[in-house]
């Protein structure tokens, strides 16, 4: 049984910044892309940043490219999502997912993720 745990989100400032790490267990991590989504009170769910098995491969949104950086750590079976100059507009809870199939290119497509953490909320103040 597969399960994600996120961790890391909070409160910040606009400007400031936050860690979310996502800890994997249950699937032989180092094979599966990983992404992150955020779901803002009232939108739909969007795709934040995704990550290839290797970490060799990255995708970002437009709206968090320059500012948020995705990286995994195999020997930790974690993801992490590093925001920076953050917005009140990244206001939103953060979930991490894992990929349907082993070594495939990362998506923004949520069907394409099959186990879902529960999410973490961060809140941007103004």
């Known amino acids: 049984q597969v399960q994600l745990v996120e961790s890391g989100g909070g409160l910040v400032q606009a400007g400031g910044s936050l860690r979310l790490s996502c800890a994997a267990s249950?699937?032989?991590?180092?094979?599966?892309?990983m992404g992150w989504f955020r779901q803002a009170p009232g939108k739909e769910r969007e795709f934040v940043a995704a990550?290839?098995?290797?970490?060799?491969?990255?995708d970002y949104a437009d709206s968090v490219t320059g500012r948020f950086a995705i990286s995994r750590d195999a020997a930790k079976n974690t993801v992490y999502l590093q925001m920076n100059t953050l917005t009140p507009e990244d206001t939103a809870v953060y979930s991490c997912?894992?990929?349907?199939?082993?070594?495939?290119?990362?998506?923004?497509?949520?069907?394409?993720?099959?186990?879902w953490g529960q999410g973490t909320q961060v809140t941007v103040s103004s």
């Open positions: 249950g699937l032989t991590f180092s094979r599966y892309p």
């Open positions: 990550i290839n098995w290797s970490g060799v491969t990255t």
């Open positions: 997912a894992s990929g349907r199939s082993p070594f495939t290119v990362p998506t923004r497509v949520p069907y394409e993720y099959g186990d």
